[in-house]
């Protein structure tokens, strides 16, 4: 991909287990961001953590970040089937750099 | 106003053709972007407009043309394509504080179809 790349590139769990999908990208960033996508229409925002912050928490979501890593993963507690979409990371680099890693396809079985 | 308005949401067009792509936006926003997805790839950044001034063109072959007429509004011309360029087209735009960017709305995007 143009910034990074996302494991696994598919994930399957039950409903009611935790899914974590992780990203790696290339260059320094200004912060990293998480979407989803249902059905390969637009993407909606789902979390976004500054270069500078190394957890954050919204709803059942969990993001970490290591930029000595160059890493960051996306935690989803509690799945539901309504979970099942693919998921983005995407760094905002600077020079108005937007890109997307390769993405996460879960399936949350009812 | 949190949305991103992209019109057609289809289009089938075939390689003769000129038809162009339109996004619109209320949010004040004054970075916008153009990204190609094919299916089950990630989306590709074509076009960054920021300020209504083109600030990246990711090597985008010259039969797409984009274009920020003023701050709500951005284009995708498009000429003589090829069946290959038959994909999702994604509209974004964002805040751009200080340098770095805000989360991105995205419109619903266009399925294009080159015959």
């Known amino acids: 991909s143009q910034q990074g790349e996302e494991d696994p590139q598919a994930l399957s769990i039950q409903e009611g287990e935790n899914a974590t999908m992780n990203c790696s990208y290339k260059t320094s960033i200004n912060n990293l961001q998480w979407y989803r996508q249902n059905s390969g229409r637009g993407l909606v925002h789902l979390i976004l953590i500054r270069s500078n912050e190394r957890e954050k928490h919204s709803g059942r979501l969990r993001v970490t970040l290591d930029t000595s890593k160059k890493s960051s993963s996306l935690l989803i507690t509690a799945s539901r089937a309504a979970d099942t979409a693919s998921y983005f990371c995407?760094?905002?680099?600077?020079?108005?750099?937007?890109?997307f890693g390769t993405g996460t396809s879960l399936t949350v079985i009812p | 106003d949190t949305e991103v308005t992209q019109t057609p949401k289809h289009l089938v067009m075939g390689m003769t053709n000129k038809k162009s792509l339109k996004c619109e936006q209320h949010m004040g926003h004054r970075a916008m972007y153009w990204y190609k997805q094919k299916a089950k790839k990630p989306p590709e950044l074509m076009f960054v407009?920021?300020?209504?001034?083109?600030?990246i063109n990711e090597s985008v072959p010259s039969r797409f043309s984009p274009e920020c007429p003023n701050s709500s509004l951005l284009n995708l011309h498009l000429h003589a394509l090829q069946p290959e360029d038959s994909a999702l087209y994604l509209c974004?735009?964002?805040?751009?504080?200080?340098?770095?960017?805000?989360?991105?709305?995205f419109g619903q995007g266009t399925r294009l179809t080159v015959v």
């Open positions: 974004a735009s964002s805040q751009a504080r200080g340098g770095s960017r805000t989360e991105a709305f």
């Open positions: 995407a760094t905002d680099a600077p020079g108005n750099q937007f890109y």
């Open positions: 407009y920021s300020y209504e001034k083109l600030s």
